[in-house]
DNA sequence: ACCGTAGGAGAACGTTCGTTCTCACGTCAA
DNA sequence: TTGACGTGAGAACGAACGTTCTCCTACGGT
Protein backbone atom coordinates (compact mmCIF):
# COMPACT_ATOMS: atom_id res chain seq x y z
CA UNK A 1 0.00 0.00 0.00
CA UNK A 2 1.78 3.38 -1.26
CA UNK A 3 1.74 6.47 0.75
CA UNK A 4 -1.14 8.20 -1.01
CA UNK A 5 -3.66 5.24 -0.25
CA UNK A 6 -2.59 4.38 3.17
CA UNK A 7 -3.61 8.41 3.29
CA UNK A 8 -6.81 7.84 2.17
CA UNK A 9 -7.45 4.68 4.35
CA UNK A 10 -6.22 6.78 7.48
CA UNK A 11 -8.57 9.83 6.54
CA UNK A 12 -11.47 7.34 5.66
CA UNK A 13 -11.38 5.51 8.87
CA UNK A 14 -10.67 8.87 11.01
CA UNK A 15 -13.41 10.62 9.24
CA UNK A 16 -15.88 7.41 10.09
CA UNK A 17 -14.74 7.19 13.99
CA UNK A 18 -14.27 11.25 14.58
CA UNK A 19 -17.72 12.12 13.06
CA UNK A 20 -19.57 9.40 14.21
CA UNK A 21 -18.46 8.96 18.01
CA UNK A 22 -16.33 12.39 18.10
CA UNK A 23 -12.97 13.29 18.45
CA UNK A 24 -12.17 12.55 22.18
CA UNK A 25 -13.54 9.04 22.36
CA UNK A 26 -11.98 7.57 19.52
CA UNK A 27 -7.60 6.81 20.40
CA UNK A 28 -5.35 6.35 17.50
CA UNK A 29 -5.24 2.47 18.13
CA UNK A 30 -8.93 2.05 16.80
CA UNK A 31 -8.26 4.44 13.93
CA UNK A 32 -4.92 2.39 13.17
CA UNK A 33 -7.54 -0.82 13.44
CA UNK A 34 -10.61 0.68 11.30
CA UNK A 35 -7.86 1.81 8.53
CA UNK A 36 -5.44 -0.82 8.59
CA UNK A 37 -2.80 1.54 8.71
CA UNK A 38 -0.31 0.48 11.23
CA UNK A 39 0.82 3.59 13.91
CA UNK A 40 4.01 4.03 12.71
CA UNK A 41 2.45 4.87 8.86
CA UNK A 42 0.21 7.04 10.73
CA UNK A 43 2.41 8.79 12.79
CA UNK A 44 4.61 9.58 9.58
CA UNK A 45 1.47 10.80 7.87
CA UNK A 46 -0.16 12.79 10.60
CA UNK A 47 2.48 13.56 13.17
CA UNK A 48 -0.78 14.13 15.86
CA UNK A 49 -3.70 13.10 16.81
CA UNK A 50 -4.27 17.10 16.29
CA UNK A 51 -3.00 16.97 12.76
CA UNK A 52 -5.09 13.97 11.70
CA UNK A 53 -8.18 16.01 13.31
CA UNK A 54 -7.50 18.85 10.91
CA UNK A 55 -7.13 17.02 8.09
CA UNK A 56 -10.08 15.02 8.59
CA UNK A 57 -12.27 18.28 8.95
CA UNK A 58 -10.70 19.88 6.00
CA UNK A 59 -11.04 17.06 3.75
CA UNK A 60 -14.79 16.86 4.62
CA UNK A 61 -15.01 20.74 4.60
CA UNK A 62 -14.17 20.06 0.71
CA UNK A 63 -16.58 17.42 -0.16
CA UNK A 64 -19.39 18.67 1.82
CA UNK A 65 -18.94 22.33 0.18
CA UNK A 66 -18.53 19.95 -3.30
CA UNK A 67 -21.58 17.99 -2.81
CA UNK A 68 -23.77 21.26 -2.22
CA UNK A 69 -22.50 23.05 -5.17
CA UNK A 70 -23.17 19.92 -7.30
CA UNK A 71 -26.54 19.87 -6.08
CA UNK A 72 -27.69 23.27 -6.58
CA UNK A 73 -26.07 23.48 -10.19
CA UNK A 74 -28.92 21.23 -11.02
CA UNK A 75 -31.15 24.07 -11.12
CA UNK A 76 -30.05 27.32 -13.37
CA UNK A 77 -33.75 29.29 -11.91
CA UNK A 78 -31.96 31.51 -9.46
CA UNK A 79 -34.12 31.74 -6.94
CA UNK A 80 -34.72 27.69 -7.39
CA UNK A 81 -31.04 27.35 -6.76
CA UNK A 82 -31.12 29.38 -3.36
CA UNK A 83 -33.73 26.48 -2.03
CA UNK A 84 -32.00 24.03 -3.51
CA UNK A 85 -29.99 24.52 -0.67
CA UNK A 86 -32.25 23.43 1.70
CA UNK A 87 -33.48 20.16 -0.59
CA UNK A 88 -29.68 19.13 0.02
CA UNK A 89 -29.98 19.64 3.59
CA UNK A 90 -32.50 16.98 3.27
CA UNK A 91 -30.64 14.66 1.81
CA UNK A 92 -27.72 15.14 3.49
CA UNK A 93 -29.76 14.54 6.96
CA UNK A 94 -31.71 11.67 5.30
CA UNK A 95 -28.05 9.51 5.20
CA UNK A 96 -27.75 6.73 7.48
CA UNK A 97 -24.81 7.65 9.52
CA UNK A 98 -25.95 11.98 9.83
CA UNK A 99 -25.13 13.05 12.91
CA UNK A 100 -25.17 16.38 12.74
CA UNK A 101 -23.23 19.12 11.00
CA UNK A 102 -19.49 17.54 11.99
CA UNK A 103 -18.18 21.07 12.37
CA UNK A 104 -20.79 22.62 14.94
CA UNK A 105 -20.06 19.09 16.56
CA UNK A 106 -16.09 19.81 16.45
CA UNK A 107 -16.91 22.94 17.85
CA UNK A 108 -18.93 22.18 20.61
CA UNK A 109 -15.98 19.06 21.75
CA UNK A 110 -12.44 21.57 20.95
CA UNK A 111 -13.69 25.00 20.29
CA UNK A 112 -12.66 25.65 23.44
CA UNK A 113 -9.10 24.32 24.03
CA UNK A 114 -7.83 24.14 20.10
CA UNK A 115 -7.96 27.81 18.47
CA UNK A 116 -6.83 25.84 14.96
CA UNK A 117 -9.72 23.48 15.00
CA UNK A 118 -12.11 26.58 16.17
CA UNK A 119 -10.79 28.53 13.05
CA UNK A 120 -11.43 25.84 10.66
CA UNK A 121 -14.89 26.08 11.90
CA UNK A 122 -15.04 29.61 11.68
CA UNK A 123 -13.49 29.66 8.17
CA UNK A 124 -15.70 26.57 7.14
CA UNK A 125 -18.93 28.26 8.15
CA UNK A 126 -17.71 31.53 6.61
CA UNK A 127 -17.02 29.49 3.15
CA UNK A 128 -20.69 28.48 3.55
CA UNK A 129 -22.68 31.79 4.13
CA UNK A 130 -20.71 33.50 1.27
CA UNK A 131 -21.85 30.72 -0.98
CA UNK A 132 -25.17 31.29 0.31
CA UNK A 133 -25.18 35.22 -0.09
CA UNK A 134 -23.83 34.63 -3.73
CA UNK A 135 -26.53 32.36 -4.60
CA UNK A 136 -28.81 34.95 -3.24
CA UNK A 137 -27.02 37.68 -5.01
CA UNK A 138 -27.96 36.03 -7.89
CA UNK A 139 -31.53 36.13 -7.38
CA UNK A 140 -30.91 39.75 -7.06
CA UNK A 141 -32.07 39.92 -3.65
CA UNK A 142 -30.87 41.61 -1.02
CA UNK A 143 -27.55 40.62 0.84
CA UNK A 144 -29.49 40.63 4.52
CA UNK A 145 -31.80 37.26 2.97
CA UNK A 146 -28.35 35.64 2.87
CA UNK A 147 -28.00 36.11 6.90
CA UNK A 148 -31.27 34.64 7.55
CA UNK A 149 -31.01 32.50 4.69
CA UNK A 150 -28.13 31.14 6.77
CA UNK A 151 -29.28 31.31 10.64
CA UNK A 152 -32.19 29.14 9.13
CA UNK A 153 -29.84 26.05 7.68
CA UNK A 154 -27.61 25.93 10.82
CA UNK A 155 -30.49 25.69 12.93
CA UNK A 156 -32.13 22.90 10.66
CA UNK A 157 -28.60 21.29 10.34
CA UNK A 158 -28.25 21.38 14.66
CA UNK A 159 -31.54 20.21 15.17
CA UNK A 160 -31.65 17.43 12.59
CA UNK A 161 -28.69 16.25 14.74
CA UNK A 162 -30.11 16.35 17.90
CA UNK A 163 -33.34 15.02 17.10
CA UNK A 164 -32.34 12.59 14.47
CA UNK A 165 -34.96 13.40 12.02
CA UNK A 166 -34.89 14.89 8.93
CA UNK A 167 -38.09 17.23 9.07
CA UNK A 168 -35.93 20.43 9.97
CA UNK A 169 -35.19 20.65 6.40
CA UNK A 170 -38.65 20.92 5.02
CA UNK A 171 -39.28 23.75 7.83
CA UNK A 172 -36.24 25.69 7.37
CA UNK A 173 -37.29 25.50 3.25
CA UNK A 174 -40.78 26.68 3.86
CA UNK A 175 -39.73 29.46 6.04
CA UNK A 176 -36.81 29.94 3.67
CA UNK A 177 -39.60 30.17 0.96
CA UNK A 178 -41.57 32.78 2.86
CA UNK A 179 -38.60 34.74 3.12
CA UNK A 180 -37.63 35.08 -0.36
CA UNK A 181 -41.25 36.18 -1.01
CA UNK A 182 -41.20 39.05 1.31
CA UNK A 183 -38.01 40.48 -0.07
CA UNK B 1 -20.08 24.26 55.18
CA UNK B 2 -23.16 22.49 54.98
CA UNK B 3 -24.33 19.88 52.41
CA UNK B 4 -26.52 22.28 50.42
CA UNK B 5 -23.68 25.36 50.24
CA UNK B 6 -21.37 21.95 48.95
CA UNK B 7 -23.62 20.96 46.59
CA UNK B 8 -24.29 24.80 45.44
CA UNK B 9 -20.30 25.57 45.18
CA UNK B 10 -19.66 22.42 43.35
CA UNK B 11 -22.87 23.19 40.66
CA UNK B 12 -21.10 26.44 40.53
CA UNK B 13 -18.07 25.35 39.82
CA UNK B 14 -18.91 22.22 37.46
CA UNK B 15 -20.66 24.83 35.28
CA UNK B 16 -18.63 27.60 34.78
CA UNK B 17 -15.60 24.89 33.84
CA UNK B 18 -17.86 22.92 31.72
CA UNK B 19 -19.67 25.44 29.94
CA UNK B 20 -16.68 27.03 29.49
CA UNK B 21 -13.93 24.96 28.73
CA UNK B 22 -16.31 21.55 27.79
CA UNK B 23 -16.81 18.58 29.96
CA UNK B 24 -14.03 16.15 28.70
CA UNK B 25 -11.28 18.91 29.35
CA UNK B 26 -11.84 19.57 32.71
CA UNK B 27 -10.93 17.32 35.38
CA UNK B 28 -12.73 16.11 39.18
CA UNK B 29 -9.63 17.87 40.09
CA UNK B 30 -9.64 20.79 38.64
CA UNK B 31 -13.85 20.57 39.74
CA UNK B 32 -12.62 20.41 43.16
CA UNK B 33 -10.33 23.52 42.74
CA UNK B 34 -12.00 25.98 41.91
CA UNK B 35 -15.24 24.57 44.31
CA UNK B 36 -13.09 24.30 47.47
CA UNK B 37 -15.19 21.00 48.13
CA UNK B 38 -12.91 18.11 48.30
CA UNK B 39 -13.20 15.13 46.52
CA UNK B 40 -14.34 13.12 48.99
CA UNK B 41 -17.34 15.25 49.23
CA UNK B 42 -17.90 15.85 45.92
CA UNK B 43 -18.31 12.04 45.10
CA UNK B 44 -20.76 11.96 48.09
CA UNK B 45 -22.49 14.56 46.43
CA UNK B 46 -22.36 13.37 43.16
CA UNK B 47 -20.82 10.09 42.99
CA UNK B 48 -19.67 9.85 39.44
CA UNK B 49 -18.57 12.48 36.94
CA UNK B 50 -21.21 11.89 34.81
CA UNK B 51 -24.02 12.84 37.62
CA UNK B 52 -22.13 15.81 37.90
CA UNK B 53 -22.41 16.44 34.54
CA UNK B 54 -26.01 15.69 34.37
CA UNK B 55 -26.98 18.40 37.15
CA UNK B 56 -24.96 20.69 35.93
CA UNK B 57 -27.09 20.41 32.87
CA UNK B 58 -30.63 20.25 34.80
CA UNK B 59 -29.66 23.08 37.18
CA UNK B 60 -28.55 25.33 34.04
CA UNK B 61 -31.89 24.33 32.12
CA UNK B 62 -33.88 25.37 34.55
CA UNK B 63 -32.50 28.45 35.37
CA UNK B 64 -31.91 29.33 31.66
CA UNK B 65 -35.45 28.98 30.70
CA UNK B 66 -36.54 30.82 33.77
CA UNK B 67 -34.84 34.11 32.62
CA UNK B 68 -36.08 32.95 29.30
CA UNK B 69 -39.33 33.54 30.95
CA UNK B 70 -38.86 36.80 33.12
CA UNK B 71 -37.62 38.75 30.03
CA UNK B 72 -40.54 37.37 28.09
CA UNK B 73 -42.84 38.37 30.69
CA UNK B 74 -41.76 42.39 30.27
CA UNK B 75 -44.54 42.25 28.08
CA UNK B 76 -47.98 41.92 27.12
CA UNK B 77 -48.67 42.30 23.39
CA UNK B 78 -48.53 38.56 22.48
CA UNK B 79 -46.83 39.34 19.57
CA UNK B 80 -44.48 41.58 20.99
CA UNK B 81 -43.63 38.47 23.47
CA UNK B 82 -42.49 36.67 20.37
CA UNK B 83 -40.21 38.97 19.55
CA UNK B 84 -38.69 39.45 23.27
CA UNK B 85 -37.49 35.71 22.73
CA UNK B 86 -35.12 37.40 20.54
CA UNK B 87 -34.33 39.74 22.60
CA UNK B 88 -32.89 37.69 25.57
CA UNK B 89 -31.10 35.71 22.93
CA UNK B 90 -29.29 38.99 22.25
CA UNK B 91 -29.10 39.87 26.07
CA UNK B 92 -27.69 36.13 26.75
CA UNK B 93 -25.07 36.36 23.47
CA UNK B 94 -23.35 39.39 25.07
CA UNK B 95 -22.69 37.69 28.43
CA UNK B 96 -19.01 38.15 28.63
CA UNK B 97 -18.53 34.57 29.49
CA UNK B 98 -20.95 33.23 26.53
CA UNK B 99 -19.87 30.23 24.60
CA UNK B 100 -22.56 29.27 22.67
CA UNK B 101 -25.51 26.73 23.52
CA UNK B 102 -24.31 24.87 26.48
CA UNK B 103 -26.91 21.90 25.32
CA UNK B 104 -25.79 21.85 21.49
CA UNK B 105 -21.99 22.10 22.99
CA UNK B 106 -22.53 19.04 25.38
CA UNK B 107 -24.32 17.16 22.10
CA UNK B 108 -21.39 17.90 19.89
CA UNK B 109 -19.40 16.58 22.90
CA UNK B 110 -21.06 13.80 24.53
CA UNK B 111 -24.00 13.24 22.82
CA UNK B 112 -22.60 10.03 20.56
CA UNK B 113 -21.35 8.20 23.38
CA UNK B 114 -23.65 9.04 26.21
CA UNK B 115 -27.67 8.21 25.92
CA UNK B 116 -28.29 10.02 29.38
CA UNK B 117 -27.00 13.21 27.83
CA UNK B 118 -28.32 13.69 24.37
CA UNK B 119 -31.20 12.95 26.13
CA UNK B 120 -31.02 15.84 28.17
CA UNK B 121 -30.32 17.99 25.17
CA UNK B 122 -33.47 17.03 23.45
CA UNK B 123 -35.57 17.58 26.69
CA UNK B 124 -34.20 20.70 26.99
CA UNK B 125 -34.71 21.78 23.27
CA UNK B 126 -38.14 19.79 23.12
CA UNK B 127 -39.50 22.25 25.85
CA UNK B 128 -37.67 25.64 24.72
CA UNK B 129 -39.68 24.58 21.39
CA UNK B 130 -43.08 23.90 23.55
CA UNK B 131 -42.66 27.62 25.20
CA UNK B 132 -42.11 29.49 21.40
CA UNK B 133 -44.85 27.41 20.48
CA UNK B 134 -46.98 28.63 23.23
CA UNK B 135 -46.34 32.32 22.46
CA UNK B 136 -46.63 31.77 19.42
CA UNK B 137 -50.48 30.20 19.75
CA UNK B 138 -51.00 33.23 22.29
CA UNK B 139 -50.73 35.80 19.09
CA UNK B 140 -52.70 34.07 17.26
CA UNK B 141 -51.11 32.54 14.83
CA UNK B 142 -50.28 28.73 13.23
CA UNK B 143 -48.21 26.59 14.58
CA UNK B 144 -45.85 26.12 11.82
CA UNK B 145 -44.48 29.50 12.50
CA UNK B 146 -43.22 28.46 15.54
CA UNK B 147 -41.20 25.49 14.20
CA UNK B 148 -39.86 28.24 11.48
CA UNK B 149 -38.87 30.72 14.56
CA UNK B 150 -37.40 27.96 16.37
CA UNK B 151 -35.00 27.00 13.64
CA UNK B 152 -33.84 30.79 13.22
CA UNK B 153 -33.29 30.81 17.35
CA UNK B 154 -31.38 27.69 16.72
CA UNK B 155 -29.15 28.79 14.22
CA UNK B 156 -28.30 32.41 16.05
CA UNK B 157 -27.39 30.28 19.16
CA UNK B 158 -25.37 28.14 17.10
CA UNK B 159 -23.60 31.21 15.02
CA UNK B 160 -23.18 33.17 17.88
CA UNK B 161 -21.16 30.17 19.38
CA UNK B 162 -18.31 30.11 16.64
CA UNK B 163 -18.58 33.77 15.74
CA UNK B 164 -18.47 35.19 19.41
CA UNK B 165 -21.33 38.02 17.99
CA UNK B 166 -24.30 39.40 19.35
CA UNK B 167 -25.55 39.99 16.01
CA UNK B 168 -26.83 36.64 15.06
CA UNK B 169 -29.88 37.89 17.47
CA UNK B 170 -30.65 41.09 15.78
CA UNK B 171 -30.71 39.11 12.06
CA UNK B 172 -32.61 36.49 13.73
CA UNK B 173 -35.17 38.82 14.93
CA UNK B 174 -35.75 40.82 11.96
CA UNK B 175 -36.30 37.42 9.97
CA UNK B 176 -38.60 36.58 12.63
CA UNK B 177 -40.56 39.91 12.09
CA UNK B 178 -41.07 38.87 8.36
CA UNK B 179 -42.39 35.62 9.45
CA UNK B 180 -44.60 37.10 11.75
CA UNK B 181 -45.93 39.45 9.22
CA UNK B 182 -46.42 37.12 6.63
CA UNK B 183 -48.65 34.59 8.95
C1' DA C 1 -11.77 13.48 79.00
C1' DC C 2 -13.15 10.01 75.42
C1' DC C 3 -14.77 7.96 71.55
C1' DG C 4 -17.15 7.76 67.10
C1' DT C 5 -17.96 10.02 63.16
C1' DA C 6 -17.29 13.39 59.39
C1' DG C 7 -14.34 15.90 56.72
C1' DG C 8 -10.04 17.68 54.43
C1' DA C 9 -5.57 17.04 52.05
C1' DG C 10 -3.54 14.56 49.11
C1' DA C 11 -1.39 10.02 47.95
C1' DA C 12 -2.47 5.95 45.52
C1' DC C 13 -4.66 2.84 42.12
C1' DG C 14 -6.08 1.37 37.75
C1' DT C 15 -7.18 2.59 33.29
C1' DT C 16 -6.92 5.02 29.02
C1' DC C 17 -4.44 7.11 25.58
C1' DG C 18 -1.01 9.75 22.78
C1' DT C 19 3.32 8.77 21.33
C1' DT C 20 7.67 6.26 20.81
C1' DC C 21 10.48 2.18 20.85
C1' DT C 22 11.87 -2.76 19.92
C1' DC C 23 12.39 -6.32 17.13
C1' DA C 24 11.70 -9.24 13.44
C1' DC C 25 10.76 -9.46 8.48
C1' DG C 26 10.95 -8.37 3.70
C1' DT C 27 12.93 -5.70 -0.19
C1' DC C 28 16.11 -3.82 -3.13
C1' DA C 29 20.87 -2.02 -4.52
C1' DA C 30 25.57 -3.12 -5.00
C1' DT D 1 25.12 -12.47 -0.44
C1' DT D 2 24.94 -8.61 2.29
C1' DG D 3 23.50 -4.73 4.41
C1' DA D 4 20.74 -0.53 4.75
C1' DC D 5 16.16 0.67 4.92
C1' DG D 6 11.12 0.79 5.38
C1' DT D 7 7.33 -1.51 7.57
C1' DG D 8 4.17 -3.95 10.74
C1' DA D 9 2.87 -5.82 15.21
C1' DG D 10 2.66 -4.74 19.41
C1' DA D 11 5.13 -3.65 23.78
C1' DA D 12 6.48 0.23 26.43
C1' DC D 13 6.44 4.84 28.35
C1' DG D 14 4.57 8.81 30.47
C1' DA D 15 0.89 11.69 31.37
C1' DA D 16 -3.85 12.55 32.57
C1' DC D 17 -7.76 11.36 34.93
C1' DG D 18 -11.74 9.06 37.45
C1' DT D 19 -12.13 7.06 41.67
C1' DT D 20 -10.80 5.26 46.19
C1' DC D 21 -7.94 5.03 50.22
C1' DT D 22 -4.98 6.70 54.14
C1' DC D 23 -4.11 9.49 57.62
C1' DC D 24 -4.83 13.24 60.37
C1' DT D 25 -7.69 16.76 62.55
C1' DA D 26 -11.87 18.58 64.62
C1' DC D 27 -16.06 18.30 66.71
C1' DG D 28 -20.53 16.42 69.31
C1' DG D 29 -22.45 13.57 72.54
C1' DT D 30 -21.76 11.17 77.00
Known sequence: MDSAAARER??????????????QSVGMDEVRGTSGVSLKRLYQLFPSKDLLVEAYLERRDTRWRERL????????????RVLAV?????????????????????????????????AQVRAHKRAFRAYLARLVAAAGLPDAVAGQLYLLAEG???????????????????AAGVLLRAA
Open 86 to 118: FDRLEEWFAEPDFRGCAWINAHGELGATSPRVA
Open 156 to 174: AMVTAGITRTTEPAARARE
Open 10 to 23: ALDAAEELFYGRGV
Open 69 to 80: AAHVDRYEDPER
